[in-house]
């Protein structure tokens, strides 16, 4: 059996081409030049390391991404995220070959919100609407009127009449946030990011006392109390711009540390720190975003595997939900 045969039987396994990559080999030059043979892009989220932003085409968070995803008129769409924004970009465009470099890369946002049991929640509120997070599963998407990502879901709550009954999946805590903000009462589903919900608000707390003159920045997928006490609330590319704009010179990033090495690239003389979790660890790191690594990235392009397919029944059906959250995010300038 030829060494790619033995790895293809390990993707089942592994979720990613096991196969031996040359270590004199620089990637960088090999992935730049399988690119540009095989007419592909690679598009990458902030919480990817650094090597795989440094040679991504495309680098921003959820929004950007699949407005990336459906403009682009590359062949192929190298997608260096999760499982999620994958679909998201084969939902977007079909006909190209999506690929993922470790199919593991999921979730525990998307796996917290069960295509099954959310049908069934659902038709509790049969005269309710459904907006969803776009962090879901592509199957939770063929349930779900419009989508939405941190960047506009402010924006694409206040596009909908206010006597609509809302139902907001999976993200609690951003719902908590949208409730807040907007004062529509609207039914949540009760999921959660691992990633924000573990953070201290002892450290946290600690941490701003020592650093007075620091700005707590936060995501809105952390809890209300931590959102309480921040300067700014945005997604990670409004984190990001606020960092470029603030004039202060000190962060305390309470979202996945990966955003800090852009962070730091656009603000070389500011200091970002990591906000701590409640466990050991210095740092927050996602799981799922980490499994993809340069030569997993490599193998994937030069292989043309891991790829993300749908059944046609769930691009049909889920794809409206996402033209309808871009078309609205346009009308919005976003
Ligand atoms: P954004 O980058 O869209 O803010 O999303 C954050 C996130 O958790 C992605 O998994
Ligand atoms: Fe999912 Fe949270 Fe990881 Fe984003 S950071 S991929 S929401 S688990």
């Given at each position: 059996m030829s060494s790619l045969a033995i790895?293809?039987?390990?993707?089942?396994?592994?979720?990613?081409?096991?196969?031996?990559?040359?270590?004199?080999?620089?990637?960088?030059?090999?992935?730049n030049r399988l690119k540009k043979e095989k007419n592909a892009i690679i598009l990458a989220h902030y919480y990817q390391e650094p090597?795989?932003?440094?040679?991504?085409?495309?680098?921003?968070?959820?929004?950007?991404?699949?407005?990336?995803?459906?403009?682009?008129?590359?062949?192929?769409?190298?997608?260096?995220?999760?499982?999620?924004?994958?679909?998201?970009?084969?939902?977007?465009?079909?006909?190209?070959?999506?690929?993922?470099?470790?199919?593991k890369?999921?979730?525990?946002?998307?796996?917290?919100?069960p295509p099954d049991v959310f049908r069934k929640f659902k038709e509790k509120y049969a005269d309710h609407i459904v907006v969803s997070?776009?962090?879901?599963?592509?199957?939770?998407?063929?349930?779900?009127d419009i989508c939405c990502t941190s960047t506009n879901a402010l924006q694409i709550i206040e596009s909908i009449p206010k006597d609509q009954p809302i139902i907001f999946a999976p993200d609690v805590n951003l719902g908590h946030y949208l409730v807040k903000k907007t004062g529509r009462d609207m039914v949540l589903w009760n999921g959660s990011c691992m990633v924000h919900e573990i953070f201290s608000n002892e450290k946290i707390t600690k941490l701003m006392i020592r650093h007075p003159e620091a700005k707590f920045i936060a995501h809105p997928e952390c809890e209300a109390h931590l959102l309480e006490k921040a300067?700014?609330?945005?997604?990670?590319?409004?984190?990001?711009?606020?960092?470029?704009?603030?004039?202060?010179?000190?962060?305390?990033?309470?979202?996945?540390?990966?955003?800090i090495h852009q962070m730091q690239k656009s603000s070389p003389d500011k200091t970002f720190i990591p906000a701590p979790p409640n466990n050991t660890c210095a740092c927050?790191?996602?799981?799922?975003?980490?499994?993809?690594?340069?030569?997993?990235?490599?193998?994937?392009?030069?292989?043309e595997q891991?790829?993300?397919?749908?059944?046609?029944?769930?691009?049909?059906?889920g794809r409206a939900s996402i033209d309808r959250m871009l078309e609205i995010s346009a009308k919005a300038g976003l």
């Amino acid at each position: 059996m030829s060494s790619l045969a033995i790895a293809e039987k390990h993707l089942q396994q592994k979720g990613y081409l096991d196969v031996e990559v040359d270590p004199t080999l620089d990637l960088f030059e090999e992935i730049n030049r399988l690119k540009k043979e095989k007419n592909a892009i690679i598009l990458a989220h902030y919480y990817q390391e650094p090597d795989i932003q440094d040679i991504a085409d495309y680098i921003g968070d959820s929004l950007g991404l699949s407005q990336q995803a459906a403009a682009t008129n590359a062949d192929m769409i190298v997608f260096a995220g999760v499982h999620f924004m994958a679909e998201t970009a084969k939902m977007l465009s079909p006909d190209k070959k999506v690929l993922l470099p470790d199919l593991k890369a999921g979730c525990s946002l998307a796996d917290s919100c069960p295509p099954d049991v959310f049908r069934k929640f659902k038709e509790k509120y049969a005269d309710h609407i459904v907006v969803s997070y776009i962090n879901c599963t592509a199957e939770l998407k063929t349930l779900t009127d419009i989508c939405c990502t941190s960047t506009n879901a402010l924006q694409i709550i206040e596009s909908i009449p206010k006597d609509q009954p809302i139902i907001f999946a999976p993200d609690v805590n951003l719902g908590h946030y949208l409730v807040k903000k907007t004062g529509r009462d609207m039914v949540l589903w009760n999921g959660s990011c691992m990633v924000h919900e573990i953070f201290s608000n002892e450290k946290i707390t600690k941490l701003m006392i020592r650093h007075p003159e620091a700005k707590f920045i936060a995501h809105p997928e952390c809890e209300a109390h931590l959102l309480e006490k921040a300067d700014f609330i945005g997604s990670t590319t409004g984190l990001l711009k606020y960092t470029i704009q603030s004039d202060a010179d000190t962060f305390i990033v309470a979202t996945e540390p990966g955003i800090i090495h852009q962070m730091q690239k656009s603000s070389p003389d500011k200091t970002f720190i990591p906000a701590p979790p409640n466990n050991t660890c210095a740092c927050n790191e996602c799981p799922h975003m980490k499994l993809n690594t340069l030569e997993k990235l490599y193998t994937a392009i030069k292989y043309e595997q891991p790829e993300i397919n749908l059944p046609q029944w769930v691009i049909d059906e889920g794809r409206a939900s996402i033209d309808r959250m871009l078309e609205i995010s346009a009308k919005a300038g976003l």
